[in-house]
T-cell receptor, first 117, second 110 residues
Framework: ETGVTQSPTHLIKTRGQQVTLRCSSQ?????VSWYQQALGQGPQFIFQ???????GRGNFPPRFSGLQFPNYSSELNVNALELDDSALYLC????????????????FGPGTRLLVL | SQQGEEDPQALSIQEGENATMNCSYK?????LQWYRQNSGRGLVHLIL?????REKHSGRLRVTLDTSKKSSSLLITASRAADTASYFC??????????FGQGTELSVKP
């Protein structure tokens, strides 16, 4: 198991509600990435945070937002939930430095399964 | 959007046999990584191969990369029932974001 933890493990919401998912990075890691995985699909990149700043974003609308805290933990917030937001949300942490930029191994947490009714 | 295709989508073999999965991608890359996922849980990193490498080994795993064909393969030798999982390739082009394929579902029967 990696040292990346996510909470909660499961969540049920209704359309229009807002949700906050949390991720605690592996010790010593300074970069957090979030991915959405629909059933039967590969994960899709949502965004990445490095030193508390957004450092790249995938093809997701602005109602998907995030934060990274000084201890490198992170939150993913989704507003105005839609049925299609039902998915497994995965967080991954890595240690990024100038020497290894783009070649880091990302360590994934167990995910949060979100169901929107 | 997905980077590319994985082939086959599903593979069923007997314990002790070898399993080969293929991955194709579309753009130039820094590296390509393979991950395993058990029953919709978190992904486990298996191996990373850089764009200037052609082959890499890790235990029973062998990965090849052909950048001219934009393809990679993962070979698992002497498979075990515990290898049953979904396997994903992911490319890294810039900025460290992983772009995943659709995955291959491997079933190893005892």
């Amino acid at each position: 198991e990696t040292g990346v933890t996510q909470s909660p493990t499961h969540l049920i919401k209704t359309r229009g509600q807002q949700v906050t998912l949390r991720c605690s990075s592996q010790s010593g890691h300074n970069t957090v990435s979030w991915y959405q995985q629909a059933l039967g699909q590969g994960p899709q990149f949502i965004f990445q945070y490095y030193r508390e700043e957004e450092n790249g974003r995938g093809n997701f609308p602005p109602r998907f937002s995030g934060l990274q805290f000084p201890n490198y933990s992170s939150e993913l917030n989704v507003n105005a939930l839609e049925l299609d937001d039902s998915a497994l949300y995965l967080c991954a942490s890595s240690r990024t430095s100038g020497a290894t930029w783009g070649h880091e191994t990302q360590y994934f947490g167990p995910g949060t399964r979100l169901l929107v009714l | 959007s997905q980077q590319g295709e994985e082939d086959p989508q599903a593979l069923s073999i007997q314990e002790g046999e070898n399993a080969t999965m293929n991955c194709s991608y579309k753009t130039s890359i820094n590296n390509l990584q393979w991950y395993r996922q058990n029953s919709g849980r978190g992904l486990v990193h298996l191996i990373l191969i850089r764009s200037n490498e052609r082959e890499k080994h890790s235990g029973r795993l062998r990965v090849t990369l052909d950048t001219s064909k934009k393809s990679s393969s993962l070979l698992i030798t002497a498979s075990r029932a515990a290898d049953t999982a979904s396997y994903f390739c992911a490319t890294v082009s810039q900025g460290g974001k992983l772009i995943f394929g659709q995955g291959t579902e491997l079933s190893v029967k005892p």
